[in-house]
T-cell receptor
Framework: KAGVTQTPRYLIKTRGQQVTLSCSPI?????VSWYQQTPGQGLQFLFE???????NKGNFPGRFSGRQFSNSRSEMNVSTLELGDSALYLC???????????FGQGTRLTVV | QKEVEQNSGPLSVPEGAIASLNCTYS??????FFWYRQYSGKSPELIMF????GDKEDGRFTAQLNKASQYVSLLIRDSQPSDSATYLC????????FGTGTRLTVIP
């Protein structure tokens, strides 16, 4: 059974640009959550999608957005990138809301 | 106050010993509790989950939950050098909050 797939694995962007990250959850999983991980702040919750609807949102500015498609694949977008957005972005999929979540390998974003 | 707090570590134990990792959470409405292991440069890997008060054992791992004290712990018996990693505690209801992790080193 394939795990959670995130693409791309690495990205380098310039301040002010925007970026889109993709996450394909485990087959059959309907919930996809996104997290930002930085050395100083640890894992911070961005948002959760379930059956194409945003279910919860963390405390991040509106520059961070996401969506989920009918096949449960999810994308997150960050607009007007700032240096502080440099982080590892992790996607986790679970069968249902608030059940065991499995992480993808992450996308390492560097903003220069 | 952070939603989930873990003993900051780092924690070092000799091979074969029991490693004890602790976590407290602030949201009394939390219903789901997880322990993840994260090796350096890798993504978190789920190792235990617990939803009810009491103990849950899986191989060398035991998770303990005490909702009255808002406390979760993870015991690793017969610790191995391969257990050396950062352990993340997560708790939540509507969404998961993660602690900042405890770095464990098992000394051969």
């Amino acid at each position: 059974k394939a795990g959670v797939t995130q693409t791309p694995r690495y990205l380098i962007k310039t301040r002010g640009q925007q970026v889109t990250l993709s996450c394909s959850p485990i087959s059959g999983h309907r919930s996809v959550s996104w997290y930002q991980q930085t050395p100083g702040q640890g894992l911070q919750f961005l948002f959760e999608y379930f059956s194409e609807t945003q279910r919860n949102k963390g405390n991040f500015p509106g520059r961070f957005s996401g969506r989920q498609f009918s096949n449960s694949r999810s994308e997150m977008n960050v607009s007007t990138l700032e240096l502080g957005d440099s982080a590892l972005y992790l996607c986790a999929s679970s069968l249902e809301h608030n059940t065991e979540a499995f992480f993808g390998q992450g996308t390492r974003l560097t903003v220069v | 106050q952070k939603e989930v707090e873990q003993n900051s570590g780092p924690l070092s134990v000799p091979e074969g010993a029991i490693a004890s990792l602790n976590c407290t959470y602030s949201d009394r409405g939390s219903q789901s509790f997880f322990w993840y292991r994260q090796y350096s440069g890798k993504s978190p890997e789920l190792i235990m989950f617990i939803y009810s008060n009491g103990d849950k054992e899986d191989g060398r791992f035991t998770a303990q939950l005490n909702k009255a004290s808002q406390y979760v712990s993870l015991l690793i018996r017969d610790s191995q050098p391969s257990d050396s990693a950062t352990y993340l505690c997560a708790a939540g209801a509507n969404n998961l909050f993660f602690g900042t992790g405890t770095r464990l080193t098992v000394i051969p």
